[in-house]
């Protein structure tokens, strides 16, 4: 296949195109990465392959890395719940005690 001018411009149009709907895509790939690195690992480790545990135990960082702010967004909420209760609690031997 000979390139001439428009079929470079042409396969340059189709490489921007690649690369902006990729990027659209950037965050759904940070996350089909690391599950599947995690799957992968499962595989592994049920084959009884050592390299498992390497992926596995990657993948399931890169996860725990991703899902953070769900995990500090839940600890926020238990410390609500445990703080509420703690006071409830409180308020309920003080009444005892006159």
């Avoid at 049920?46 to 967004?73: M, P, R, V, Y």
Wanted: hydrophobic share 55%.
């Amino acid at each position: 296949m000979r390139l001439d001018r428009s079929k470079s411009i042409a396969l340059l149009f189709i490489t921007v195109g690649l690369l902006i709907c990729l990027h659209q895509f950037g965050h759904l790939m940070g996350w089909l990465v690391p599950v599947s690195m995690v799957v992968l690992g499962y595989v592994g480790i049920k084959n009884d392959k050592k390299i498992g545990w390497l992926i596995f135990g990657i993948g399931a960082l890169i996860l725990t890395f991703k899902l953070s702010g769900l995990l500090i967004l839940g600890l926020a909420v238990w410390m609500l719940v445990y703080g509420f209760r703690m006071l409830k609690k409180q308020d309920v031997s003080s009444n005892h005690e006159f």
